[in-house]
């Protein structure tokens, strides 16, 4: 039996739609997605480090 440890480390979860579809037309590769059951909604998630262009961006 094998085992998949699970981690967050290094993804960014983003919960808006509109955010995430910005980050796809920039060319940023959406890892996974899923719903989030606690809170009804739907999840984006993306390596952490590979949009911090983005932010950085954003922030100027």
Do not use: H
């Not at 967050?8 to 919960?15: F, T």
């Not at 590769?29 to 954003?58: H, I, S």
């Amino acid at each position: 039996m094998t085992t998949t440890n699970y981690t967050q480390r290094g993804k960014k979860y983003i919960y808006s739609v509109a955010r995430a579809n910005e980050f796809m037309q920039r060319g940023y590769r959406c890892l996974e997605t899923g719903f989030n059951a606690k809170q009804q909604r739907f999840f984006w998630v993306f390596d952490y480090q590979e949009v911090q262009p983005f932010y950085d961006e954003q922030n100027r």
